[in-house]
């Protein structure tokens, strides 16, 4: 079975400040690797993809992938309450994703 | 930008009845997935399609079934609701060959009494 842990959280943050996500997987073949983010009670979307070894920047955010021990993460730079929402980390398989259970992320004026 | 679109956001149905949730994307996608969360269960895939006519089952089909008849449309069926079966269900497609990256539709929140 494939899995895929995420801290449940809160993880509190205050404006400005870094927030960082984490997020492991079990199935040592995956190959790519998503972040989500969904607002209570609306559906996921999607904020970044990463299948390479190393970091990726997208505006804000930074995706970090570490195949060799099974970790990405999702940094979130200056932390806005608006980026207050549950974050759900992706990893694809052979043609499904398996998603973690999100960490919900709380950011305080 | 792709859009995936559901008939519902709310649907309450009573215990026993036949339920459609229907899906559609305008992106010419070949997957479409469709999946349930339920607090502290996450995202669960019940079923998905990689072409017409095909379908998979995938973690939870049980009470489930789908049709994909056209290439944009794919429909989850309910046999016969029940309680259990409350739920957000969310629709999603994905290009073949592509990342993998899946996009969302709105979800339908399903109420059943």
């Known amino acids: 079975q494939k899995e895929v842990e995420q801290n449940s959280g809160p993880l509190s943050v205050p404006e400005g400040a870094i927030a960082s996500l984490n997020c492991t997987y079990s199935?040592?073949?995956?190959?790519?690797f998503f972040w989500y983010r969904q607002y209570s009670g609306k559906s996921p979307e999607l904020i970044m993809f990463?299948?390479?070894?190393g970091d990726k920047e997208d505006g804000r955010f930074t995706a970090q992938l570490n195949k060799a021990s099974q970790y990405v993460s999702l940094l979130i730079r200056d932390s806005q309450p608006s980026d207050s929402a549950t974050y759900l980390c992706?990893?694809?398989?052979?043609?499904?994703?398996?998603f973690g259970k999100g960490t919900m992320l709380l950011v305080s004026p | 930008d792709v859009k995936v679109t559901q008939s519902s956001r709310y649907l309450v149905k009573r215990t026993g009845e036949k339920v459609f949730l229907e899906c559609v994307q305008d992106?010419?996608?070949?997957?479409m997935f469709w999946y349930r969360q339920d607090p502290g269960l996450g995202l669960r895939l019940i079923y998905f399609?990689?072409?017409?006519?095909?379908?998979e089952k995938g973690d939870i089909p049980e009470g489930y079934s789908v049709s994909r008849e056209k290439k944009e449309r794919f429909s989850l069926i309910l046999e016969s609701a029940s309680t259990n079966q409350t739920s957000m269900y969310l629709c999603?497609?994905?290009?073949?060959?592509?990342?993998?990256?899946?996009?969302f539709g709105p979800g339908t929140r399903l109420t059943v009494t």
């Open positions: 999603a497609s994905s290009l073949y060959g592509g990342q993998g990256e899946q996009y």
């Open positions: 199935d040592r073949g995956s190959q790519s």
């Open positions: 990463i299948y390479s070894n």
């Open positions: 992706a990893v694809k398989g052979y043609s499904t994703l398996t």
């Open positions: 992106m010419d996608h070949e997957n």
């Open positions: 399609s990689y072409d017409v006519k095909m379908k």
